[in-house]
Each structure stands twice: as structure tokens, then as C-alpha cells.
């Protein structure tokens, strides 16, 4: 027997719709690439979303065809999102942060029909037009004054909005349909392509505005230092206009100083954003002496957040952290390390403790720990096995690649991650698979060298990798960036492991660089710096009879 219930598919224009009646005249606030701020509200967006669907339209856009943006965080790109989709399309967001040779891989294997591209990176589209092989329409995304001269045939957005009408009504169809497109970032091999349904997004927005999850409210104003060309920026630009927040994009300033002087002026209360963003944000603060008053809570993903940075946060500035930890495959949304009802008697320092996992699972997201056979382990929060997970924003598969040896026969998908799961439900990665370290058969968590490390007031940014040795097999190298004007030793550092790891984790070595290479995500690229140190003898090695 059903239900007797109107039947409404689940759609990302829905969202738009119901921000522009409830949410009218709440701001959407951006500091755009051309210079100046820009400001407008959920209700202009909703017409403009719905002139540039209907401008798609006129370029011969159709159902399901695949529309490409290389766009930083701003209004422009935020219709995007939803004028694209809206109309039926998919919205390909394309990260400009991968080699130029791995977006032109993924334009052609999307069939991108159209592009839309910020001025900043127009010269990245003159160099690869050429091999764009599916590329109809180049729209750059300015207004007539700032049109680019080398792009002679690129359209210009704002003209197109202009041309167009707003009378255009928002289709209705199969809420299984795709909506947006995003790569993984391609570590190894050519990145995938995870394709995600209007049903996943707006559940995905619901789930990210639930007080349990990121907690994001009509009361809230909302930064998302993430960038939209990455995994749907976590759901946000969806999860603002749900909720009515007020919205505020930085454009491609993500600097400390310009965040922080956004923030100030708009009285951001929630950001999101990877930890490299952070440590900016934090050296700004401590450099200029400003607080940011109205900042409550920052939510933290993409690398294990330090627990220096969330005591650096809650006790110099009052601000709450709330980890997070998801994949592209994930739409991102895994998990949320929000409080449970236990901590409220624990004492700081064990709610620290706790504050580093990586948190409970989302709605509807299903995750458990295996061993190597695949059996599942307790969650006892000590015992470590390989993460697999699935959920309705969870893929089944990968675009042209449905059949994926990322899943198992049941459905799960392998994340790749290794870690525990606690009584409460607490997930703690521990490394990503690949990253651990195996000393004399043993384990070392890379990830927690790296914590340890960053906690030194000298230390701007710490990566540990595992190099050869001919008696222990693999060895901790630590890769430590210095802050400016710091003169700290290898000595230093190694002293500052005392009694918080086991003694054979120490790492045996110490080597400074000026910077750290990350992924086009901002994550540590520790494939990067295995290559980079690949040759490297340890001193231990050096002196260690081969086993």
C-alpha cells in the first residue's frame, strides 16, 4: 500500500525556488575577481539563475548535456550552480588547480558543450582551446568592460544574462537525473569522474543544515572558504539557500588578511574551509592583533585537522572547531565530529581528545572498519581496518566506469582510508592506506607525527612519509616547514615527540624545506614528497647492517 502523498521529485531548483519566496531579501555578498564587492540577494540570483538557463537554451544547451566552469567562489558562478542544473544540464566544475594536461583529459571526457571561465583564468583556456575537442562556447564571466581581447570569439556573461528574459519556468523531471559533475583529483592516474542526481544534492543539503551536521541556519552568515569548483564546495552554496543564511563568497582571495578583513566587515559566523586556509587565517591573527568577534564555529576538512589549530582556535579566539572528514565520492558529506551528550562531563583535555576523530557519520551515511579478509571489526575505537561506507550520496560508480573495483559485491565503497570506529560512533583515520608507514611490521600513523609536529610554536607545517631502510623495511622522514624567522633544529623538533608517541614511532630523521607540495585540493601531496625524497639515506639507514 502507498501512501497518499503529492509526489514532488527532488529537485536543486526547488532549493532556489523556496529561497527566493522565504529568503527574498537576505544578501549574497562577493568580492569579485574584477576588484569590487558586490552585493545582491537570494531573489536577484533566482531571476539570474533563471536568464542563464534560458541563455543555455539559446546556445543549443539540452537535457543532460554537460556544461564546464573554471570559476572561483562568487555570484556569478553561484548561478551557475543552479541555472544549470536547473534547466537540466549538468554543471561540470572544473578545478583549475590540476595540471593543465588533466583538465584538458577532463573537459573532453565530460563533452563539456560550454565553458564558463573567471578572468583569471583565461590565459589557462587560451593555452588548451586547441584541445578542447567538444567545447562549443567559451563564456568568460565579466561584464563588456572587462572582456578579455585574446579570446576574440568567447561570449561575454553578463550580456548573455542581459539578453535573456526571466520568465523562463524551472522544468520538472526525474529527480534520479544527474545535476553536477565533479573529478577526483587524480592522484593516481587520470582523475574520475563522480557524477551526482538533484535527488543526492538536495539531500545532501538537508543533511548539511541538520543541527547534528554543519548546523548551517537562516540565522547564520556563511563564508565557505572552500572552493565551489570542489566537490560541490561541500554542499554549502545548496545548504545557504535552503536554510536563508546569508552568504558570502571570497572570490579568489583566500589569503589570512583578505578573509579575515571579509569576515570582519560582513560578520561571518560559520566558515568551512581545508586546514592549509586556517593556518592562514590563524598567522594573520596573531600578526595584526585583530579578533574576529562574530565567528563562532569554522568547520575544518580535507586533512586531518592539528589539535593545535582547534586549541588555537577555541582558546585564543573563542571559536569552536568541528572536524570534518568526506570524499568527492561522498558528494563530500562523511562525517561531523560534533559533541555527544557524554562530554558534557568529560574534561577539556579528553574532549580535545575526542576533538581530532574524525566524527560521527551523517544521515544516511552507513560505515564500517574491515580487516584484510573483509570481515568487519568492533568498534571499540582500537581496533584499525580499512573504511568503507555507502549511503544515498555515496556513488555507485564512476562516470563511463559503472563497474568499479571500488566496490564490493555488497555495495560498499573502499575509501582507502584506515582508522577506527569508537562506541559512539567516532571515526579516527589514522592514514590514508597507502600513507602508513611499516616499520619491522608494525604501523606508524603518519597523520599523528604531523599533528605532534605542527603543535610546536616554530613549526608553520609538518608532512611525515615513509622512507626505505635496510633493516626496518620503512622509516619516519619528517618534512618540516619552518614559521618566518624561526631558527628551530632537527634536535628541537625530535625532543618535542618526548612522551607523547610510542619510542620506535620517533621519526629518525628531520628535513627542512621552504614549502610543502598539496594535491589541486589543498591536501598535503605525500606522493609528491616520496618522489622528492625517494633518494633520501637516512642516518639510520646509514650506519644499520642489511638485514
Request: proline share 6%.
Amino acid at each position: 500500500m502507498h501512501g497518499l502523498m503529492m509526489h514532488m521529485p527532488l529537485l536543486i531548483s526547488g532549493i532556489m525556488r523556496s529561497a527566493a519566496d522565504k529568503h527574498g531579501a537576505t544578501e549574497i555578498v562577493t568580492r569579485t575577481v574584477e576588484g569590487p564587492i558586490h552585493r545582491y540577494t537570494y531573489a536577484d540570483a533566482h531571476a539570474r539563475a533563471k536568464r542563464i538557463a534560458r541563455a543555455l537554451q539559446k546556445l543549443g544547451v539540452q537535457q543532460g548535456d554537460r556544461v564546464g566552469t573554471l570559476a572561483w567562489n562568487t555570484h556569478r558562478h553561484f548561478e551557475l550552480y543552479y541555472g544549470i542544473a536547473g534547466m537540466g544540464a549538468v554543471c561540470h566544475t572544473v578545478n583549475p588547480r590540476l595540471h593543465p594536461g588533466q583538465i584538458a583529459y577532463i573537459v573532453n571526457h565530460a563533452e563539456d558543450a560550454v565553458l564558463f571561465v573567471d578572468l583569471s583564468f583565461v590565459p589557462l583556456v587560451e593555452q588548451l582551446l586547441p584541445e578542447l575537442e567538444t567545447v562549443r562556447y567559451v563564456v568568460v564571466m565579466t561584464d563588456a568592460a572587462h572582456m578579455p581581447k585574446s579570446l576574440p570569439n568567447a561570449l561575454c556573461y553578463e550580456t548573455l544574462v542581459a539578453e535573456a528574459d526571466d520568465t523562463f519556468e524551472w522544468p520538472v523531471f526525474d529527480e534520479l537525473l544527474a545535476s553536477q559533475l565533479c573529478y577526483t583529483s587524480g592522484t593516481t592516474g587520470n582523475p574520475k569522474g563522480v557524477l551526482y542526481s538533484h535527488r543526492s544534492m538536495v539531500l545532501l543539503a538537508f543533511t548539511v543544515c541538520l543541527p547534528d551536521s554543519k548546523a548551517i541556519a537562516g540565522r547564520d552568515c556563511l563564508l565557505p572558504a572552500v572552493p565551489m569548483f570542489h566537490v560541490n564546495a561541500w554542499g554549502l552554496p545548496y545548504a545557504a539557500a535552503l536554510s536563508g543564511a546569508k552568504l558570502v563568497l571570497p572570490g579568489p582571495k583566500l589569503d589570512g588578511a583578505s578573509l579575515c578583513e571579509l569576515m570582519e566587515a560582513e560578520r561571518v559566523t560559520v566558515s568551512a574551509g581545508v586546514p592549509t586556509v586556517w593556518f592562514g587565517v590563524l598567522d594573520h591573527l596573531r600578526t595584526s592583533g585583530k579578533r574576529l568577534p562574530a565567528f563562532e564555529r569554522v568547520l575544518i576538512g580535507g586533512s586531518a585537522v592539528p589539535l593545535a589549530m582547534i586549541k588555537a582556535f577555541e582558546e585564543e579566539h573563542d571559536v569552536r572547531v568541528w572536524h570534518a572528514w568526506g570524499m568527492t565520492e561522498m558528494s563530500p558529506a562523511g562525517t561531523v565530529n560534533q559533541p555527544n551528550n557524554r562530554q558534557q562531563d568529560e574534561t577539556r583535555e579528553q574532549q580535545y581528545a575526542r576533538q581530532v576523530k574524525q566524527g560521527r557519520a551523517v544521515f544516511s551515511v552507513e560505515m564500517k572498519i574491515v580487516d584484510a579478509e573483509g570481515k568487519e571489526l568492533p568498534r571499540d575505537g582500537v581496533s584499525i581496518g580499512e573504511l568503507k561506507v555507502r549511503g544515498h550520496s555515496v556513488c555507485c560508480g564512476y562516470y563511463k566506469e559503472p563497474q568499479s573495483a571500488s566496490h564490493d559485491a555488497d555495495g560498499w565503497f573502499t575509501t582507502g582510508d584506515v582508522g577506527t570506529i569508537d562506541a559512539d560512533g567516532f571515526l579516527q583515520i589514522t592514514d590514508r592506506s597507502k600513507d602508513l608507514i611499516k616499520s619491522g611490521g608494525e604501523w606508524i600513523s603518519s597523520i599523528d607525527l604531523e599533528n605532534i609536529a605542527v603543535g610546536h610554536p616554530e613549526v608553520q607545517e609538518a608532512a611525515a612519509i615513509a622512507v626505505p631502510h635496510p633493516k626496518w623495511d620503512e622509516r619516519p622522514l619528517l618534512v618540516v616547514v619552518r614559521r618566518p624567522g624561526s631558527t628551530v633544529t632537527r634536535e628541537d623538533i625530535l625532543r618535542y615527540f618526548d612522551g607523547k608517541i610510542a619510542k620506535w614511532w620517533l621519526p629518525d630523521d628531520v628535513a627542512f624545506v621552504d614549502e610543502l607540495p598539496h594535491t589541486a585540493t589543498g591536501k598535503l601531496s605525500k606522493l609528491v614528497l616520496r618522489q622528492q625524497f625517494r633518494d633520501y639515506v637516512l642516518p639510520t639507514a646509514a650506519r644499520s647492517p642489511v638485514a
